[in-house]
């Protein structure tokens, strides 16, 4: 068997990953499986394995190794509930995805996971590979994970604070493979949930949803504050449910107000990254499980994504 002849099967079948060693009749492989997902590492131990077999190979050993991928995380967070923290942390997921990045999802929501019904990936439950979970695949071109995969549908999770975060690392420690970036759906609030993940996992950087009204806006400073106690820096504030155009006529009006994020992006000195209107194409699209961002004709939650995405490259 000519270990040349060899080198050049095995490379063709692992994309240049693997390096073969001969000895008689014994082949052994080095393959590099570095930003390989589970599922990719055994499609190419398998093909290297063949490559070695149609050589001639009498017994093949393949050795597989991986550098640790080093990943950011993106926290997508708010002061309160039900200002659309979930559906824009998703679409921004999916945006940075159909923008060429590696991406995966975080459900982190504990008390209120709504990721797979937005990614359409209700009901499937992710797997395990040694002790570690294997995100779930999307029809969006992102894995991800949440913890109402984990639990029985309906059932509320009444969990302390540790409990909790250690649920939680384990869907932020899982096997990302090459993703680079996680999205992070934080819980609404400033709990301890919430102060326990941004300390440990330390995020590149938080974006705040709020609405445009007084009432949210309390508590997205109170949001801002607890990251910048964290050290974690602001990328930027989102207006979410701003301006309402009447399907029939046309008129836009302003229930939740307009403008009000933008102003204290401004008064507290941060950057402010758009607003996404109160539209009900986007809660029936996203009911439906498809994200308005994976449309080619987005153009509400692209440009916020661009900016995210220019300010990830700065980093």
Known sequence: MNEQELQARV??????????????????????????????RDEAEQAVRRAAADAGASEVRVAVTAER???????????????????LAANLAVALARGGGRVGLVDADIYGPSQPRLMAAEGVRPEARDKQLLPVPTPYGLPMLSIGQLVEPGRAL???????????????????????????????????V???????????????????????????????????TAGVPIIGLVENMAGYACPHCGEVSDPFGRGGAEAEAERLGVPFLGR????????????????????????????????????????
């Open 69 to 87: 991928v080093r990943r950011r995380l993106v926290a997508i967070a708010s002061g309160k509930g039900g200002v659309g923290k979930s559906t």
């Open 194 to 228: 919430q102060l326990t993940m941004v300390q440990k996992y330390k995020p590149a950087g938080a974006v705040i949803v709020s609405t445009p009204q007084d009432l949210a806006l309390i508590d997205a400073r109170r949001a801002i504050d607890l990251f910048n």
């Open 276 to 315: 996404v209107p109160l539209d009900i194409a986007i809660r029936t699209a996203s009911d439906a499980g498809k994200p308005p961002a994976a449309a080619d004709d987005d153009r509400i939650f692209a440009p916020v994504a661009a900016q995210l995405r220019d300010w990830l490259a700065t980093r």
């Open 11 to 40: 490379d063709a079948a692992s994309e240049g990953r693997a390096r073969a060693r001969v000895d008689g009749g014994r082949v052994g492989i080095v393959l590099d499986a570095t930003g390989l997902s589970a599922a990719q």
């Open 158 to 192: 009444a969990w302390r604070g540790p409990m909790a975060a250690g649920a939680l690392g384990q869907l932020v420690e899982a096997d990302w493979g090459a993703a680079d970036t996680l999205v992070l759906d934080l819980p609404p609030g400033t709990g301890d």
